[in-house]
């Protein structure tokens, strides 16, 4: 077998191979062996004749056909593994000659891994950020968990923000109600901004058993189409005005919250927390760096087919993310006002970084001996399992081969990851 290699780009190749007489022959024997199979000759069982009597039966063009099918998918990995080439996915295979017993001459293109040369990965100049809690931070988390702790009072005075009522409302368009615009006995806090801007400004100063119109206009990029800019008026009936009682920061309220003596306690927890959350915020922040120095250091190319797999990727994931608030891919494009062409040209740039960073990391986990255990990807499984141990199709899934490399990757990854940040301290 002759390969021969044209470069058409760096992820992407041609490969020109030659079968002569000699590689061709054990080919014509499996073929005749295949059909075989299927023949039935005098004196003999099925399928059970000797090659050289079934192929007398045979359809020769059958043979030749066959032969030659087995030749492209028994050569065609050993042309890559010639020339040194890792195909990403099944090449295109075009037979050029074919001279049955004597000769065949294909070419196989494919896109494929590029050769990749790391750069730096030590000593890179990227600094960690320092994020210490702040006193504000301190306060929105004691005003949350005070706000849990609140009692609520119905008072029968006109309503104020900070207060919680009680209300039915009726939203009409056009003199009709529309979808998604009426609730009974629905609780709102005044003051939230849970409701489109002036609805609960509208409620204020109005008291228990009053009945009104606040008249509105939705916001231009509001994200349901048929009410973006359009003037409503809200029917609101108010039922009950809770004045909402926060407690005082004092030791009662911090044993409330936990296993606390007194608030000292409570805001040294809290401190801590708030802590390990921006420690882990700076630590991401600072892997990113890390691999976007790294990849700039190192000369990679992204494969076009790697790109639009992962294009798709974050298509699909922001897809499910509009789904689950009852928009459309195409809601989602109107809300950030692109088209779908601008989009995709944006999601190719992160695309195309992501790829490059995922195939350099593996360079890098290839290079330094980076591996993990099937201990430890076996416990990931198990704790995925316990997960979703309610969906039949989850955990089927988690027992395929591909779903394991593929966990067993990310795992590979991430240990990658870590020996970045420690090859950098």
């Known amino acids: 077998m ?19 007489k000699e590689d061709l022959a054990p080919v014509h024997k499996k073929a005749v062996e295949r059909l075989a199979k299927d023949v039935k000759a005098k004196g003999f069982r099925k399928g059970k004749a000797p090659a050289n009597v079934a ?25 890559f593994e010639q020339s040194k080439k890792v195909a990403i996915m099944l090449p295109n295979v075009e037979v050029t000659k074919f001279v049955p017993g004597e000769t065949v001459e294909y070419k196989a293109v494919a896109d494929i891994l590029p050769d990749i040369k790391l750069g730096n990965y030590k000593n890179l100049k990227v600094k960690k950020e320092d994020l210490k809690v702040t006193d504000k931070d301190m306060k929105e988390v004691l005003e949350n968990i005070a706000k849990a702790y609140a009692e609520k009072k119905a008072v029968k005075r006109k309503a104020k923000l900070t207060d919680e009522v009680i209300i039915d409302f ?11 615009g009426s609730a009974k006995d629905h609780h709102l806090e005044l003051g939230s901004g849970a409701f489109i801007p002036g609805f609960e ?20 990029d509001y994200h349901a189409e048929h009410l973006k800019g359009k003037k409503v008026v809200f029917e609101v009936l108010l039922k009950q005005v809770n004045e909402v009682v926060v407690p005082k920061y004092d030791d009662e309220f911090a044993k409330k919250c936990g296993p606390f003596k007194n608030m ?23 892997k990113d760096d890390l691999v976007e120095a790294f990849v700039k250091s190192c000369k990679v190319s992204a494969p076009e087919v790697m790109v639009d797999d992962q294009v798709r990727f974050i298509k699909d994931d922001i897809s499910r993310n509009a789904a689950s608030q009852g928009l459309k891919f195409e809601d989602y494009l109107k809300q950030i006002k692109q088209t779908e062409k601008d989009w995709e040209k944006e999601a190719r740039k992160v695309a195309e970084k992501r790829v490059k960073a995922s195939l350099c990391l593996q360079i890098l986990a290839r290079d330094e001996k980076i591996e993990v255990d099937d201990a430890l990807v076996d416990a990931k499984i198990a704790e995925l399992c316990d997960v979703y141990k309610k969906s039949k199709e989850a955990l089927a899934n988690l ?27």
């Open 2 to 20: 002759k390969t021969t290699t044209k470069q058409l780009s760096d992820t992407k190749v041609e490969l020109t191979v030659v079968l002569d």
């Open 55 to 79: 192929e007398k039966l045979l359809d020769p063009n059958q043979v030749n056909s066959t032969a030659l099918d087995i030749a492209v998918r028994t050569t065609v990995p050993l042309a």
């Open 170 to 180: 009726t939203g009409k368009l056009n003199g009709e109600p529309f979808e998604g």
């Open 201 to 220: 400004d509208g409620v204020v100063g109005h008291e228990p058993g009053d009945k009104f119109e606040i008249n509105l206009t939705f916001p231009k």
């Open 264 to 286: 000292d306690e409570l805001k040294a927890d809290i401190k801590k927390n708030l802590q390990a959350q921006n420690d882990h915020k700076v630590m991401e922040k600072y």
């Open 399 to 425: 027992k395929t081969p591909q779903v394991r490399q593929e966990i067993k990757n990310r795992m590979t990854i991430e240990k990658t990851l870590d020996f970045l940040v420690d090859a950098n301290k």
